[in-house]
């Protein structure tokens, strides 16, 4: 089995940044692809990005491409998100996903995070 546990969330004001981690334990080996999802109130739970062992990411959703940045240490089987120039409608829930295949969708994801609250204020 493997856990994820988040850190970071909080609200925030437009424009500012915050910035997630994703630590891995258990039975990392079958944590090839670790990455990010999320879900805002009555919508479904869609993809932000994601990132293999290697270091080779999964292009951004369009809606965060070039405010978000995602990382990994290895050493340390953690998977980080920063958030810059926030906006109201990123709020969401965001999950901390992994697995050992590819995990653009919910369906190839095997694990996920509890999530972590994102609030921003407009």
């Known amino acids: 089995q493997v856990q994820l546990v988040e850190s970071g969330g909080g609200l925030v004001e437009a424009g500012g940044s915050l910035r997630l981690s994703c630590a891995a334990s258990?039975?990392?080996?079958?944590?090839?692809?670790m990455g990010w999802f999320r879900q805002a109130p009555g919508k479904e739970r869609e993809f932000v990005v994601a990132?293999?062992?290697?270091?080779?990411?999964?292009p951004y959703a369009d809606s965060v491409k070039g405010r978000f940045t995602i990382s990994r240490d290895n050493a340390k089987n953690t998977v980080y998100l920063q958030m810059n120039s926030l906006k109201p409608e990123d709020t969401a829930v965001y999950y901390c996903a992994a697995g050992r295949f590819t995990i653009v969708t919910p369906e190839g994801v095997n694990y996920w995070g509890q999530g972590t609250q994102v609030t921003v204020s407009s």
């Open positions: 258990g039975r990392t080996l079958s944590t090839n692809i």
């Open positions: 990132i293999s062992g290697r270091g080779i990411i999964t």
